[in-house]
Structures are given as C-alpha cells and as structure tokens.
C-alpha cells in the first residue's frame, strides 16, 4: 500500500516517530526516548480496555508528541497540509508497505465500538509504530517549493 | 458547519476535564456565563504558567517544550476555544497566535472556529496553509480582532432547557447562598467575572418573579430602581439574563408596549437603554434603536444626530460607531437643553463604550505586533502595512473622542486628559518606531511599554487630582 508522509524538515537517514524524534532533541538517549515510545504502543494495542484505548487514541492524534507512530494517509493532500503549514515549503514523503502492518486509527475506533474523532477522522490517518524501517520502505521524496493555484475561466462579465 | 463546531467546543470542553451535561438545567445566559467563569477557572493557571507575554511560536519546535508545558498550552488554547465559541471573542487573539504553534494538529479546531468568526462559507476541517495562516491573522488585524465577530453562542447552545430554574434554585440545599441583594464592587477588577455570574443570577430570578405573575408595570418601576451608573459595565449580562426570562416565559409584549410602561413611571434613560438591548433582536437592531431614541431623547432629531444616538444605544463599541458618537456630541451645542440634560444622562454609556474601544485598540494592536515581530518572512512586511493603517485610524478614532466634552460627568472630566496623554504618545510611538517600510526589532515591546507608561501617567494624574481634593478640604 501506498501512503503519504508530510514533514516540514528534510530527515537524515534515520526517521523516528514524533515521540522519539522530540525526545532526541532534548537530549535523552535513543533507549530512553524508545521505552517511552513502546509504552505509548502497547496503551494503543490493549483493545480490552477500550476507556484507556480511548484516551491513548485522542493523545496521540492530537499531539504528535504522544505518538509512538509516523502518521501517514493515504490522501496525499493530507501529508501536503503537515508539510506545509509552517512556512509554505517542506517534504511528501512516499512510503510503501503492507497493509497489515499499519495501525489504523479510524478502523481500530470503529472495530472497538469507539466513537470517531471528529476533528481527526477526516485524514485517515494510518501509524508506522517507531521508525521507518522494513517493511516500510520510502520510495520518494518531493520537496515542495510553491502551491500554485490553476484556475480555467468559465464566467466573465 | 453548527455540527462541526458543536464538535470543536464539545472537544475542548472536554479537554480541559468540563461536561457541557451539568449546566443542562441553567437557563442560556446562566449556562454561558457559569461555564465560562468554570472555564477561566480551569485555565487560569496554566495561563500564568505558559506566559504567553514572552513567548513567539513561530521559531520555536515542539522539543523546545516539555512535556509540561505542552500540556499547559493545550489547556490554555483549549480554554481559549471554549470561551470564544460562549461569545467571549476577545479571546480570538490568543488563538492567532496559537496557529504558529509547532503543531499542525493542533492549528485545525483553531482554524475551523477563526473562520466561523469570520464568517467563511468554505469552511472544512484541515491545517491551514501558510498562506491561509497569513490572510487569517491579517484578517484579524483590520477587524480589530473582536469588535464586530459572531457571537457563536446562539447557535451552538441550545436556548431552551427542560427544567424549571427557579424551581431547581428552590430544591437546593440551603447551604446554596441566598440572593437577597445584589452588592456590586466595581473597585475590584478580579471580582468582575464573579459580579457578572451574581448581576446575571440575581436579575433572572427578580425578573422572573415579576414577570411570571405578568407583573409588568412593578418590573419596570423595579428596572428603573435598580438600572443606575454603577450598572453600566454589567449591561451585557443584565440584558441577556432578563431576555433569558422573556424566552422562558414566551413573552411577546411588542416594543411599543415596554416604551408606553415605561413613559408611565419617572422616565431614566439609562433604563430605556437596558430595555432596549433585552427586546432587540439582534445585535443591530436599528430601526427599534431609533425608536427609543425617538422616545426618550427627543424626537426632532436629524438623521444624522438618530443615527449616533442609536448607535449609543446599542452600545456599539466599533471605531466607526465611537467616531459617529464623538462627531454627534461635538454638535451638540445647537441642541435644546432639555436634551441635552438627557444626553449627559446617558454619558456613562459613551464612557463605558470608549473604554471598551481603548481595551480592544490595545489589545488587537499589541497582538497584532506579536504576529508581525514573528519574522513571517514576506508575511510579517504585509502584515505590518495593514498594522500602520490601523494604527492610524484608532488615534484617529481617539482624536475624534478627545474633542468631546460634558460638563457635568465627573468621570468624563476625569478620563479627557487620560485620552490626550494617550493620543500624544501614540503619535511620537508612530514618529520614531513606524516611518520604515521594515518592522523594527522589539517593536512589540516599545508598545507594551507606551501603555504602561500611559498607566503610570494616568495613575499619576489620578494622585495629583486626589491630592488638590484633600488640600481643598484643609483649606
């Protein structure tokens, strides 16, 4: 499957989750930032407790600090919009993988009986738990320089 | 869109730990107001904590927080979403600069209801552009971030509830405290927002007694009783909760019938003005404005002189509305005393609405240089150019009010060489600080700084006036 990743920075060759990645930066080592990421999995992986399921949801779609994921969609326009936001420009990142092997919000709200997240739902946003690593496999990166808008005149006075 | 924003306030009430579900039984203007004082309770803290005074989001990445702090702002900009979508718009100048935020999730509830605000049709859930973050703010600055907003309370609350307040008031435990009398202090500023749940409690309640009974005349003799200057700043409230109880008790008496029960009694302006803004039907309604300034001011007036005097009673706070008043009361001299005898009656209001402008004028122009000072790149030049050009107006604005002068308010006399300090200021701030086409570095600061200046002049002044009282009394 196909899915779009946006990102207003240009990775080195390592990409880590938001979670790790911001972790990093303030100067934890890479097993600590890790262990704090896979305790945030397994709190989205314990489907018996669909109140705690919940909460870890909604944190984790809402800031990107609490999310042991690489969020992705499969609508590119999506990943253009996290792209872009701060400054005009940044980078798609196009990422393959197997299906099966994303965490699906949406899905895992609906199969759990949980109701949507209505500021969230609309991106269809899929997770690659940690780092991209195989079977993930970026296959292009895009740098966006300029939205340009392309217009067909149809009325004129 | 209603659902969609419903969704947003739900969301962030939630957030920050409040269910809407508990404020069911209160009557609309209650509910918004006991929310919101709920809603400042909750974030208040963690206001003080972020200190959004220093802070510029824009150069700033998510891992320069910590985790505390993050949570401290979701908070905070969550109180700020709740609050706006009550009404309180002002708060719309917290969530611009929350949009340059370091995450993106975060800029599409703020988005959805800025556009609300601004009434845009096209409006969906996403994270806006940088372009569209651009053209909001920018937006925003023109429209002095608040004057003249939705209030998007009206759709998103339902206005009716199922229960019988005064009934529920009644099952209360007596540990509830009985509102027997309404003690207003307007010395303490902090206490505002706990005065303004009291005023609206208290008016609903008396209100409903009197109204429930179809007492309409003992209503208005009681209005009357109660409506003087110390009232003004809780006219919002005053008025909302008393249209509460007309909505609750299906009372369609037509405005002509009101303007006649009070003709009855020993007319007060001030009243007629309260009156006025509990029948209006919406936030500008003219026409029935005109009416009672045919009623109680005169009824020999031009169309321009109705025109100011009704903007005067909606309580139009707006640079256009203050600038039509102020022109008004600098022609008044050719008017008959009898009316101008009622004009200096209602002076408190122009006072109260002048003040309200002043507050708006700092607050939109100070917010609008955090914006500018942000180093948008091409964003913070064109930003800066619409922020000269409103510059330029509200001193103009201030200018017009300066002129204006009324003898027999002692408030007013006090508050005219407040203004001029103001004005003199702002035009060596505009002198020295605004003539290049670039911001200056710390311009937001320079601005901070003429307003606290102003403070201490006016404080001053305050203790100069206040000493000439005490020698005059020794002598």
């Not at chain 2, 037509?254 to 302006?269: A, D, Y």
Request: hydrophobic content about 35%; overall charge neutral; charged content about 25%.
């Amino acid at each position: 499957m196909i899915v779009y990743h946006g990102s207003n920075i240009l990775y080195g060759p390592e990409i880590y989750c938001p979670s790790i990645f911001n972790e990093l930066h303030r100067g934890k080592d890479i097993m600590t930032a890790y262990k704090k990421a896979q305790i945030m999995l397994e709190k989205l992986n314990n489907f018996d407790d669909t109140f705690s399921l919940q909460r870890a949801l909604d944190d984790a779609q809402t800031t990107s600090d609490n999310s042991p994921f690489i969020s992705t969609s499969q609508k590119r326009d999506v990943a253009r919009q996290f792209a872009t936001t701060k400054n005009g420009q940044g980078y798609i990142y196009t990422i393959e993988g197997p299906e099966k092997e994303f965490y699906n919000f949406n899905e895992i709200r609906s199969s759990c009986n949980l109701p949507q997240h209505k500021t969230f739902n609309w991106m269809g946003e899929l997770g690659i738990p940690f780092e991209i690593k195989l079977p993930f496999e970026i296959v292009q990166i895009e740098k966006i320089i300029e939205i340009k808008e392309i217009t067909e005149l149809i009325y004129q006075k | 869109m209603e659902s969609t924003l419903r969704e947003v306030f739900l969301d962030s009430m939630e957030s920050i730990g409040l269910n809407t579900v508990k404020y069911d039984h209160l009557p609309f203007n209650l509910r918004r107001t006991n929310m919101s004082y709920h809603i400042y309770n909750e974030i208040s803290q963690c206001i003080n904590e972020v200190n959004l005074k220093d802070d510029s989001f824009y150069e700033k990445e998510l891992y320069h927080f910590t985790k505390g702090e993050i949570e401290n702002h979701y908070k905070t900009l969550n109180g700020c979403i709740a609050l706006v979508c009550l009404g309180h718009t002002n708060y719309s100048k917290l969530l611009l600069t929350y949009l340059d935020f370091p995450e993106a999730r975060w800029t599409i509830k703020i988005n959805y209801l800025l556009n609300s605000l601004l009434s845009n049709n096209e409006n969906t859930l996403k994270i806006p552009s940088y372009s569209e973050k651009i053209e909001i703010q920018s937006a925003f600055i023109k429209r002095e971030f608040y004057s003249d907003l939705k209030d998007l309370s009206y759709s998103l609350l339902n206005h009716k509830t199922n229960v019988n307040y005064p009934e529920y008031l009644l099952s209360l435990s007596a540990s509830k405290r009985p509102i027997s009398e309404l003690n207003i202090s307007l010395k303490d500023n902090n206490k505002l927002i706990e005065d303004d749940m009291e005023c609206s409690e208290f008016f609903y309640l008396k209100t409903h007694e009197y109204l429930k009974t179809h007492q309409y005349n003992t209503f208005i003799v009681w209005m009357i009783r109660m409506i003087h200057i110390e009232k003004v700043p809780f006219i919002n409230t005053i008025t909302k909760s008393i249209r509460d109880v007309f909505y609750e008790l299906q009372i369609h008496k037509s405005p002509n019938f009101w303007i006649k029960e009070l003709k009855k009694e020993r007319t007060n302006i001030l009243a007629s003005i309260f009156i006025y803004n509990i029948l209006k039907q919406d936030r500008a309604d003219k026409r029935l404005a005109a009416r009672f300034v045919k009623a109680f001011i005169s009824d020999k007036l031009n169309k321009k002189q109705l025109d100011a005097l009704s903007e005067l009673y909606q309580c139009n706070h707006s640079a256009n509305s203050i600038l039509k008043i102020s022109e008004f009361l600098n022609d008044s001299s050719n008017l008959p005393i009898s009316v101008k005898v009622k004009i200096d009656v209602v002076s408190p209001i122009f006072l109260y609405c002048i003040k309200n402008n002043i507050v708006n004028i700092y607050l939109s122009e100070k917010e609008s240089l955090n914006l500018i000072s942000q180093k948008n790149k091409g964003g913070s030049t064109k930003l800066f150019k619409v922020f000269k050009t409103r510059f330029k107006y509200n001193t103009n604005v201030l200018t017009s009010v300066a002129t204006v002068y009324s003898e027999k308010d002692e408030d007013f006399i006090n508050f005219y060489p407040k203004i001029s300090i103001l004005i003199k200021m702002r035009a060596d701030f505009e002198a020295t600080y605004m003539v290049r086409k670039s911001v200056q570095v710390n311009l937001k600061n320079y601005y901070i700084k003429l307003f606290e200046s102003w403070v201490e002049e006016t404080t001053k002044l305050e203790n100069e006036n206040l000493h000439l009282v005490s020698s005059e009394d020794f002598t």
